[in-house]
């Protein structure tokens, strides 16, 4: 073994004698430190399981995230920090949204009975339907008008009066709306398109329930949609009858009398 070999193993031996760098000790020292500083912030905070899930409950139900109550209307929250869910909100919500359906149902009803007073043939052109969102009185076929025409016939005028005498205690927007098949009109009648007689025979029922029910002129709108809205093919007879139709759609803002 060289000389200078033999020097290199006898300094390390004795750097390792002397013991760890100087350097460990003050990091040591620090760790422990830390260590005290972390056990002295646990035993000063409170580890209350009940409030804890107190506060989440609280920012849960303020942004309206609940499941004890089924509810139609968008989740929302009126306070930002609540121990509970607003019951009394929800209660107020179910008994506005009870109340519309209970008085869009007798409504429908109402208008169901005025349509029985017709005869069996007349019954099965008529239809009424009430909707999650609206209720609809669908009259089909030539049971208003005559054909190419847009004059209201005069036994379906009774009716129409009962339908609006109905509508008049409700609250909320009516639309009338006119359908035709896709037969094209003859040259020599007045209407140029089937879209043109749609708008003139969706216009005559909507003058009529202004004129003669004193419903709102504010509340109806007149829509026609000529062919282009099918309820059913245009193959058919019976199809094109059901086609061939005026639709009286009451769109409730709230049916409360």
């Given at each position: 073994?060289?000389?200078?070999?033999?020097?290199?193993?006898?300094?390390?031996?004795?750097?390792?004698?002397?013991?760890?760098?100087?350097?460990?000790?003050?990091?040591?020292?620090?760790?422990?430190?830390?260590?005290?500083?972390?056990?002295?912030?646990?035993?000063?905070?409170?580890?209350?399981?009940?409030?804890?899930?107190?506060v989440?409950?609280?920012?849960?139900?303020?942004?309206?995230?609940?499941?004890?109550?089924?509810?139609?209307?968008?989740?929302?929250?009126?306070k930002?920090?609540?121990?509970?869910f607003?019951q009394?909100?929800?209660?107020?919500?179910?008994?506005?949204e009870?109340?519309v359906?209970?008085?869009?149902?007798?409504?429908?009803?109402?208008?169901?009975?005025?349509?029985?007073?017709?005869s069996?043939g007349?019954?099965?052109?008529?239809?009424?339907?009430?909707?999650?969102?609206?209720?609809?009185?669908?009259?089909?076929?030539?049971?208003?008008?005559d054909?190419?025409?847009?004059?209201?016939?005069?036994?379906?005028?009774?009716?129409?009066?009962?339908?609006?005498?109905?509508?008049?205690?409700?609250?909320?927007?009516?639309?009338?709306s006119?359908?035709?098949?896709?037969?094209?009109?003859?040259?020599?009648?007045?209407?140029?398109?089937?879209?043109?007689?749609?708008?003139?025979?969706?216009?005559s029922?909507?003058?009529?329930?202004?004129?003669?029910?004193?419903?709102?002129?504010?509340?109806?709108?007149?829509?026609?949609?000529?062919?282009?809205?099918?309820q059913?093919?245009?193959?058919?007879?019976?199809?094109?009858?059901?086609?061939?139709?005026?639709?009286?759609?009451?769109?409730?803002?709230?049916?409360?009398?």
């Open positions: 073994m060289s000389d200078e070999l033999k020097a290199k193993i006898n300094k390390l031996e004795a750097e390792v004698s002397a013991g760890a760098p100087a350097w460990v000790v003050t990091f040591g020292d620090l760790m422990c430190l830390l260590l005290c500083f972390f056990v002295l912030l646990l035993s000063f905070s409170e580890m209350d399981k009940a409030i804890y899930k107190q989440a409950g609280s920012l849960r139900d303020a942004f309206g995230v609940q499941r004890k109550v089924k509810t139609m209307q968008p989740a929302k929250g009126i930002m920090i609540s121990k509970d607003d009394e909100l929800i209660a107020t919500q179910q008994r506005e009870f109340i359906t209970q008085e869009r149902k007798t409504i429908g009803e109402e208008l169901k009975k005025a349509v029985e007073t017709l069996k007349m019954k099965n052109l008529i239809q009424v339907e009430v909707g999650d969102k609206e209720i609809t009185v669908r009259l089909m076929g030539e049971t208003t008008f054909s190419g025409k847009a004059d209201i016939k005069q036994q379906m005028k009774p009716l129409l009066k009962k339908i609006g005498s109905v509508l008049k205690k409700t609250k909320g927007n009516i639309t009338v006119g359908h035709t098949d896709n037969v094209p009109l003859r040259s020599n009648w007045i209407y140029k398109s089937n879209l043109e007689l749609s708008i003139a025979r969706a216009a029922v909507a003058e009529f329930l202004l004129h003669k029910t004193n419903i709102k002129p504010s509340r109806i709108a007149a829509m026609g949609y000529g062919e282009y809205r099918p059913e093919s245009n193959v058919t007879t019976e199809g094109r009858r059901k086609n061939r139709r005026v639709e009286i759609i009451l769109k409730p803002r709230s049916l409360k009398k």
